[in-house]
């Protein structure tokens, strides 16, 4: 494998021959471990059994007091999907029995009306709506569309609320997707991979360039705001050449955005990734290789790294934000809205209201069990502690802002940042040693390079991250 040397965008104000040269693969590959993907600090493993419906409950009933009124985010989980891909690590059932969505949405009302009630009049406007999977198209247009409606009956929508939805292209024709428009979703994802015929059966995934293709134009067409496309790297079957090919008909396609993630391979975790030859997957250096083949190649396109995985085009709104410093991020990842609390809706779905994280039980028979007894399905939960809220607060400004300004936290906390931290600064200077930060008495800067590696450079603030076994994905 032959070294990537890269030229990275520099931040505004620094010219072309200030840039740093680099080899991308080798800090790629010592920063290439285990790490969350901080869709929340503490992560979900914190939770325990020992929090549940009472902490959601009067976290509910409190969230309006003193004049605060956060907006909400609605994620709704339908876990079903008719064919098994194998890399997946996802909360999924696989069944081709399309009669057991009508029981699992009556589960999901009842949930929307209890956690309603439970609020106590304390519900202020969905400014985010997303549905995840599973699959949420294996539920036809008529059941997408009662699902919708119900819910904005229960809670207040947003006259301009984000509606996104996770998109199987193999589930989907233009039809559908002209459905899904008219039901209000205004924000489309397609689950791609890969569009590598060899790759694709390897994964037991396939679909072909030309059909997401024609997807992909007619979301345009229909007014789509956000088109996404998700690709994995380090698949089975996957090589230089290959990646190539698909990278540039990912491009040819000009998605809004792109998520790029690590496919990490944890058979003994997930049995769908038992069916994946290990012989078959890109060794480490080859895995990093691909994952700076892509940097480059979507750099090269005109796409914005904007972190964690992602890339925007540099008009998106994301784009926007991250240059204006107005970045945040939830459990969905990436977003321009401001802090929202999240009411997750369906099996293992997750809520954060105020300071407390609860999530549903995992198993769906459980769920199901429970709401028709009419009972919240929750099994777990964490009551964010006062050095949690701290730390989350650091994660998120290194994360979103690339920045940390030591007086600021310490005056909005109380603490004296840098003896509070100082531990985690000492830390630092590894990252600071390879250019990926700029540090000195005032704060902490994340470089153009290193925003690739935010998330090692996170983990330094994560105080739960030594109790963990390594069930994360790879960093990268
Ligand atoms: S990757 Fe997505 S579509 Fe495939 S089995 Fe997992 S949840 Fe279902």
Redesign the pocket.
Same mark, same amino acid.
């Given at each position: 494998m032959s070294a990537t040397v890269i030229q990275f965008n520099p931040a505004p104000g620094i010219s072309s021959n200030q840039r740093p040269k680099v080899d991308l693969n080798d800090l790629l590959t010592r920063h290439d471990v285990p790490g969350p993907r901080y869709t929340s600090y503490p992560t979900i493993d914190q939770c325990t059994e020992s929090v549940g419906v009472g902490a959601l409950e009067d976290a509910l009933k409190g969230r309006c007091l003193g004049g605060l009124r956060r907006p909400m985010s609605l994620y709704v989980h339908v876990p079903f999907?008719e064919?098994? #891909?194998y890399?997946?690590a #996802?909360n999924?059932v696989?069944t081709r029995k399309h009669d057991r969505v009508s029981h699992y949405l009556n589960c999901l009302e009842h949930e929307a009306m209890l956690i309603a009630k439970k609020a106590a009049g304390n519900l202020t406007p969905v400014t985010q709506f997303h549905m995840g999977?599973?699959?949420p198209t294996f539920l036809n247009d008529k059941e997408l569309l009662g699902l919708v409606q119900g819910l904005k009956m229960v809670f207040p929508f947003a006259a301009n609320a984000e509606m996104s939805i996770e998109v199987?292209p193999r589930t989907v024709d233009e039809n559908r997707l002209l459905s899904l428009r008219s039901i209000g979703f205004n924000r489309i994802s397609f689950?791609v991979q890969d569009f590598n015929s060899l790759v694709q059966k390897a994964v037991h995934?396939e679909q072909s360039f030309e059909s997401v293709e024609s997807l992909v134009k007619a979301a345009r067409r229909l007014g789509f705001e956000s088109i996404n496309v998700d690709l994995i790297y380090g698949l089975p079957k996957q090589n230089p050449e290959r990646f190539a090919e698909t990278l540039d008909q990912l491009v040819s396609l000009s998605p809004d955005r792109v998520a790029l993630y690590g496919y990490a391979h944890l058979p003994e975790r997930f049995k769908?990734q038992r069916r994946i030859h290990s012989e078959d997957l890109p060794d480490a250096a080859g895995r990093v290789a691909l994952l700076a083949q892509a940097i480059e190649r979507m750099q090269g396109a005109g796409y914005d790294y904007i972190g964690m995985d992602h890339f925007a085009k540099p008009q998106d709104p994301l784009a926007v934000a991250k240059r204006q410093g107005r970045l945040h991020r939830n459990f969905q990842g990436y977003t321009t809205q401001p802090d929202a609390d999240l009411i997750g809706l369906g099996v293992s779905a997750i809520s954060k209201v105020g300071s407390v994280m609860v999530q549903n039980t995992r198993e769906l028979d459980a769920y199901e069990d429970a709401l028709s007894r009419g009972h919240l399905a929750l099994f777990r939960g964490h009551e964010l502690t006062r050095d949690d809220i701290i730390r989350y607060s650091v994660i998120m400004g290194l994360l979103c802002q690339g920045s940390v300004q030591f007086q600021d936290y310490s005056q909005s906390h109380w603490i004296e940042f840098e003896s509070y931290f100082e531990k985690e600064l000492a830390q630092l200077r590894q990252f600071s040693e390879q250019g990926l930060l700029d540090m000195d008495e005032q704060g902490i800067e994340v470089t153009p390079l290193g925003w690739f590696f935010a998330r090692p450079i996170a983990m330094v603030f994560d105080h739960y991250l030594h109790q963990r076994s390594s069930g994360h994905s790879k960093v990268l």
């Open positions: 999907c064919s098994v #891909c890399y997946c #996802c999924k696989i999977g599973g699959t199987d689950g995934r769908p």
